[in-house]
Structure formats: C-alpha cells, structure tokens
C-alpha cells in the first residue's frame, strides 16, 4: 500500500508564515530592547517591513551620536506631539525625558524649558499647522548668533524631530491609539509626574478623556449622518448632488472645531503646557471666490 504524501504548502501560506515570523521577531526584539510593546508597535507590527524601517529612523534620531543631547530630542518631541494635542505621545516622551537625565522642572511647562527651546515654538507651530508660511527668516533668527542661539546642526536635528513627530501623531489619530494600560515599566494612560506623584490614575486622565472625547464625536457624527439621511426620505425633491452638499457641510461642521473650544473640555493642563498660542491651527491657503495665490509649479 502506497503511503500517502502531504500536499506541499501553498505559496500564500508560505508568504504568511514568512510575515507572522518576521513580526513576531521584531516583536521580541521591541520587548528586549524595552521591556515592554507599545501600541504603536503592535500595530506597526501588522506591517513588519514599515515597522522595521520605522524602528531605524526612531533609534537614528533618538540614540545615535548627533549634536543635540538625548534628553532635548525626547523635549522637542514632546514639544511637536503637543501642538497637535496627541497626548499619547506627550506622555510617552514625558517618560522618556525622565528616563535619560531630563530635568523635571521643565515637564511644568514650556516656560520652565531653556529659552533656547522655547526659541523654536514659531517654527513648531507653523511646521504643524501652516508649513507654506516659513522663510529664510525664521531660519536666519534661529541661527543668529547670541547667547541662545542654534547651530545648523542643532537646528536640522530639531526640524527633524519636528517633522517626524507632527506625522507619528496623524499616525496615532488615524489608527485610534491609546494608551497602554498600566503595567511595571510601561506607560499607562496618565504620564509620569515631574513630582514623583505615585497616586493611581483618575478617570478623567489624560488618555482616558482624549479616547471619550474623540468616541463622543464619532457618534455625535453618526447621529447627524442618520438624521440628515432621514429628512432624505422625507424630501423627495432633493437631488443627489445636495445631499452631497449636505453631508460636506456636516462633515465640516463636526470636525473642523476650534482649537478654542477643545481647549477646556477635551485636554488636560498637561499638554496645553508645552504649547504657545493654541488657538493658531490650520488655515486654508486658498482664496475661495478670489484670484489664486501665485504658486510655484514643476512640470
């Protein structure tokens, strides 16, 4: 009796077993080298090849030899995710600038930080929100030599740590991030204290009021959705494009809100701290109804 052979594994399988252990490796290396696996990690993970590719940018700017010391990189992050209000990442590099040497007193505030820090909050908050405005001269006053000026080094260094955490908090936003839940050697939902405050989180901590809040929206959103598709059904003359005028609207109304207005209710002191003039966010360059700005084109 011939003995039966089993079928060879097809290539898909292949191919998902190759992806499977290439993040479950990456994900033991996460864990080694930290101790722990943030969530942005374990989503990046569903990506082995973006996350490793992402690892070697992080560790490029946060470890390896440059001109600004440690502690300033993990400051300037915190520095960037707060003007987006991404209080996730505050709080992950509030930990982390306590970690490498950072001097406590400046987690109380932008204010308590070096002037020569608190120098780059014009550039911060442009970058962010309305990149188009800069010119030579932000750059030209940052590098004008005194007593807290930057070195071109230094400042590459920190437009780049700028950039790079404005985008990690579209990241988070977009894949609805939260923070971990409290765990020895982990960051859980409230950020270190800079006084050492051991007491347990409270309910309407940071990350806790930032993921109700953005829940609450959603399906404030949801309701409106319902609501105008049914006064659809109730005007038969509507046309198609008007409800889709409708819907923009709508759209509009419930997302694009005013800094202002989340100001109280949706962030905590503990990120509005480290941020300047909070009511500046995005503006449409274009003139509606107006000539066009001059552009620059390549073609």
Same mark, same amino acid.
């Given at each position: 009796r011939r003995g039966v052979l089993s079928s060879p594994p097809r290539a898909p399988q292949i191919l998902q077993e #190759?992806?499977?252990s290439s993040r479950r490796q990456l994900l033991i290396e996460a864990f080694v080298s930290a101790g722990r696996v943030d969530n942005i990690t374990m989503v990046m993970g569903l990506h082995p090849q973006y996350l490793s590719s992402f690892w070697k940018t992080q560790y490029l700017l946060l470890r390896m030899d440059g001109p600004l010391p440690y502690h300033k990189r993990h400051y300037i992050a915190i520095m960037a995710a707060a003007r987006h209000q991404c209080s996730y990442l505050v709080g992950l590099h509030m930990g982390e600038f306590l970690q490498v040497g950072g001097n406590p007193a400046w987690l109380q505030g932008l204010h308590c930080a070096p002037q020569k820090l608190r120098n780059l909050n014009e550039i911060n908050k442009l970058l962010a929100h309305r990149p188009w405005l800069i010119t030579k001269e932000h750059i030209e006053a940052l590098l004008k030599t005194g007593e807290h000026s930057w070195s071109l080094a230094e400042l590459v260094q920190a437009l780049v740590l700028l950039t790079h955490y404005h985008s990690l908090a579209s990241f988070v936003f977009g894949c609805g991030i939260?923070? !971990?839940a409290e765990q020895d050697g982990g960051h859980g939902a409230r950020p270190p204290s800079p006084h050492g405050d051991s007491s347990p989180a409270s309910e309407d901590s940071m #990350?806790?009021?930032g #993921?109700?809040?953005a829940l609450q %929206?959603? !399906?404030? &959103? =949801? !309701?409106? =959705?319902?609501? &105008? *598709?049914e006064s659809q059904q109730e005007e038969e003359g509507v046309t198609q494009e008007e409800m889709a005028t409708r819907? %923009? +609207? %709508?759209?509009t109304e419930s997302l694009l809100v005013a800094p202002?207005? +989340?100001?109280?209710? /949706? +962030? *905590? /002191?503990?990120v509005l701290c480290f941020v300047e003039d909070p009511e500046f966010g995005y503006k449409d360059f274009t003139r509606r109804g107006e000539q066009a700005p001059p552009t620059f084109r390549a073609q």
């Amino acid at each position: 009796r011939r003995g039966v052979l089993s079928s060879p594994p097809r290539a898909p399988q292949i191919l998902q077993e #190759g992806v499977e252990s290439s993040r479950r490796q990456l994900l033991i290396e996460a864990f080694v080298s930290a101790g722990r696996v943030d969530n942005i990690t374990m989503v990046m993970g569903l990506h082995p090849q973006y996350l490793s590719s992402f690892w070697k940018t992080q560790y490029l700017l946060l470890r390896m030899d440059g001109p600004l010391p440690y502690h300033k990189r993990h400051y300037i992050a915190i520095m960037a995710a707060a003007r987006h209000q991404c209080s996730y990442l505050v709080g992950l590099h509030m930990g982390e600038f306590l970690q490498v040497g950072g001097n406590p007193a400046w987690l109380q505030g932008l204010h308590c930080a070096p002037q020569k820090l608190r120098n780059l909050n014009e550039i911060n908050k442009l970058l962010a929100h309305r990149p188009w405005l800069i010119t030579k001269e932000h750059i030209e006053a940052l590098l004008k030599t005194g007593e807290h000026s930057w070195s071109l080094a230094e400042l590459v260094q920190a437009l780049v740590l700028l950039t790079h955490y404005h985008s990690l908090a579209s990241f988070v936003f977009g894949c609805g991030i939260n923070p !971990e839940a409290e765990q020895d050697g982990g960051h859980g939902a409230r950020p270190p204290s800079p006084h050492g405050d051991s007491s347990p989180a409270s309910e309407d901590s940071m #990350g806790c009021s930032g #993921g109700k809040d953005a829940l609450q %929206e959603v !399906e404030a &959103l =949801m !309701e409106r =959705m319902k609501l &105008l *598709q049914e006064s659809q059904q109730e005007e038969e003359g509507v046309t198609q494009e008007e409800m889709a005028t409708r819907f %923009e +609207l %709508e759209k509009t109304e419930s997302l694009l809100v005013a800094p202002s207005d +989340l100001a109280d209710h /949706s +962030l *905590q /002191s503990s990120v509005l701290c480290f941020v300047e003039d909070p009511e500046f966010g995005y503006k449409d360059f274009t003139r509606r109804g107006e000539q066009a700005p001059p552009t620059f084109r390549a073609q």
